[in-house]
T-cell receptor
């Protein structure tokens, strides 16, 4: 089966610009996650969707980050305006059901560099 | 919230040696502990996981042990091979809550 797809793989922008990332989860996976992984650290959850509803966005910096999953399949994560500290890899993951002990499958990530 | 500490941050071993990575967690309600392997340029991939009703789980050369009383769990890799070189992350969660990851261990296996 196809894995989690993400695009673009790399993005370089200047601070105060906007950027958007796209994720296509594994077919049939109801739960979708966006993580931020800063160099040398573990992934940190930004937002979690169950179908097209938000389950947890407590760690999403809502003044500049937004995410949507309109049809319960693909998702986009947007940053506007970007700051230097947003430089990181943004990982998308999906799982079959909403459970903490259900395997999460990760995409390859988008590496964002903010200059 | 949950806090996961992981040690060591880097680990260098010779091919064929064993490697052990240790993690501690803070929330006694956590009951699911997965380990992920992340190779360069790729997303993390689940390699083994353990639930709180089990003390040890083994899958070929890798094993995980859990001590709920002490709130720590460990990853053991035996007969290491160069292709085991990667960054390994432990994580913890409970029920419907999200995964909290450790900071990772870079494992280097020298031929």
């Amino acid at each position: 089966e196809a894995g989690v797809a993400q695009s673009p793989r790399y993005k370089i922008i200047e601070k105060r610009q906007s950027v958007a990332f796209w994720c296509n989860p594994i077919s049939g996976h109801a739960t979708l996650y966006w993580y931020q992984q800063i160099l040398g650290q573990g992934p940190k959850l930004l937002i979690q969707f169950q179908n097209n509803g938000v389950v947890d966005d407590s760690q999403l910096p809502k003044d500049r980050f937004s995410a949507e999953r309109l049809k319960g399949v693909d998702s986009t994560l947007k940053i506007q305006p970007a700051k230097l500290e947003d430089s990181a890899v943004y990982l998308c993951a999906s799982s079959l059901v909403l459970q903490g002990n259900n395997e999460q499958f990760f995409g390859p990530g988008t590496r964002l560099t903010v200059l | 919230g949950e806090n996961v500490e992981q040690h060591p941050s880097t680990l260098s071993v010779q091919e064929g040696d064993s490697a052990v990575i240790k993690c501690t967690y803070s929330d006694s309600a956590s009951n699911y502990f997965p380990w992920y392997k992340q190779e360069l340029g790729k997303g993390p991939q689940l390699i083994i996981d353990i639930r709180s009703n089990v003390g040890e789980k083994k899958d070929q050369r890798i094993a995980v042990t859990l001590n709920k009383t002490a709130k720590h769990f460990s990853l053991h890799i035996t007969e290491t091979q160069p292709e085991d070189s990667a960054v390994y992350f432990c994580a913890a969660s409970q029920g419907y809550s999200t995964l909290t990851f450790g900071k990772g261990t870079m494992l280097l296996v020298s031929p």
